[in-house]
């Protein structure tokens, strides 16, 4: 079956960088993301990289993908207060109809 | 103006009553999903459709039921509502055509069921 995991929280000083964690069991996925959740409001994507690759990269954002491991990481550069929200991986899978499914969410705080 | 709105944004409801909560879309997609998310479990889908007439139950869909009336609009109906339905439900799009990378969030209905 489908199972994302994520820790729950992540605490950095501003200016420093983050790197948010997922793992997952499923080894048919195909692509793989990450979405981000402000305070009072939906998800929205961030970024997302295919399951045939290794690394993404956007701006403040890196992508690894260690598929062997089926691990799954972000990193956010030069972390900012307004990086400060809940980040959630997610997967969708082979014939699985674009269904996502989603990890835990970490929880990242940015202190001054 | 918002792509995926959700009415109501908020409801304080009863144990027993039912309730709809619904979503509408402007962006022309054809696939709409409603997830609940709850503290500790990120978000869990309870019923998608990939058209008018295709209903699909997701990993948590006893105790709810949804209508697909239109390609904009999916509701989500709870018959009758107990408190461990108390959650914040969201409403998302994707678009086949455009290989359905990314969902579109609505901002969310927070419900109570007291």
């Known amino acids: 079956g489908e199972d994302v995991e994520q820790s729950l929280f992540l605490s950095v000083r501003e200016g420093d960088s983050s790197v948010i964690n997922c793992t997952y069991t499923d080894s048919s996925s195909t692509y793989l993301y990450w979405y981000k959740q402000e305070p009072g409001a939906g998800l929205q994507l961030l970024t997302y990289i295919f399951s045939n690759m290794d690394m993404k990269q956007d701006q403040r954002l890196t992508v690894l993908l260690n598929k062997k491991d089926k691990h799954l990481s972000l990193r956010i550069a030069d972390t900012q207060t307004g990086d400060s929200a809940i980040y959630f991986c997610?997967?969708?899978?082979?014939?699985?109809?674009?269904?996502?499914?989603f990890g835990t969410g970490t929880q990242l705080k940015v202190e001054l | 103006d918002a792509d995926v709105t959700q009415t109501p944004r908020n409801r304080i409801t009863k144990t027993g009553k039912r309730i709809m909560l619904e979503c509408s879309q402007t962006?022309?997609?054809?696939?709409m999903y409603w997830y609940r998310q709850d503290p500790g479990l990120g978000l869990r889908l309870i019923y998608y459709s990939f058209d008018v007439k295709d209903i699909n139950k997701g990993e948590i869909s006893d105790g709810y039921s949804v209508s697909r009336q239109a390609q904009a609009k999916f509701s989500l109906s709870l018959e009758s509502a107990i408190p461990n339905q108390t959650a914040l439900y969201f409403c998302?799009?994707?678009?086949?055509?455009?290989?359905?990378?990314?969902?579109?969030f609505g901002p969310g209905t927070r419900l109570t069921v007291t």
């Open positions: 998302a799009t994707s678009d086949l055509l455009a290989g359905g990378y990314e969902q579109y």
């Open positions: 962006k022309g997609h054809d696939r």
């Open positions: 997610a997967e969708t899978i082979t014939g699985g109809g674009n269904k996502l499914t």
